[in-house]
């Protein structure tokens, strides 16, 4: 009963979390791993049991992706799919020592990236570095991410759009949430097929985080930008300290 709890409150908050701004895996798949759930099946799981709410918070920001052009919507979708695939297969093929080496690491770099996205824009600009809104090469990178690490999958989205120059945080945050399924839907087929899912665990899971990503739709339109950053880069570097501490100790 007690993991039951666990893994749906987390799942819950990780619903909110992602509709805000990205990093409820930071939640999901800790909660799994400390359930017992080995690695590479716990970031499996944690995919699945994470990719409605993306889909229930883009629901929630439908208006605001409306007003991205559909020829690049389309592009987009087709380029995260085959991204997130990439990165599905090559989850396939780590080994939980592996994996568990460097999700730490995965995890702190896309807080960072997060945390200082404004620095690294105006850096990259000041050095003639222009990133072409809506590329394909940042998109695919940032989709194979994805399909092999779910965790700050959103964290690492916003920063993407970012150096592309996006401003509107609510379009970023819908085309975030819209991107997030695509490549969590192609990602978690692949986990399925290959038999990496705990069902009873992600059924569960999933149901919170609907709840999760539709509430949090609403509650992100509410929130100031400060606040917003600070609990996604509050949340990454607690999660961060406790995979290094599970790692070295």
Known sequence: ???????AVAAFLAGILNAIAGGGSFLTFPALVFAGVP?????????????PGYLAAAIGFKED?????????????GITLVGGLIGALLLLVS????FTAIVPFLLLASTAIFAFQDRILAWGRSGGLQLTPYGAIGTLVVAIYGGYFNGGLG?????????WGLTNLNVMNGLKNGVSFVISAISVLTFAIAGLIVWPSAII???????GGYFGAKLAKRLSKTIVRNIVIAVGLVMSAV??????I
């Open 65 to 77: 992706i409306s007003s991205v052009e559909r020829k690049q919507l389309i592009r987009q979708t």
């Open 39 to 51: 690695p590479v099946i716990a970031n499996a799981t944690s995919a699945i049991a994470v990719f």
């Open 205 to 211: 899971m999933m149901i919170a985080n609907i709840l």
């Open 95 to 98: 080994s939980n020592d592996f």
């Open 1 to 7: 009963m007690e993991t039951t709890i666990l893994i």
């Open 155 to 163: 964290i690492v989205l916003l920063a993407l759009y970012a150096m």
């Open 243 to 248: 995979f290094f501490y599970r790692l070295f």
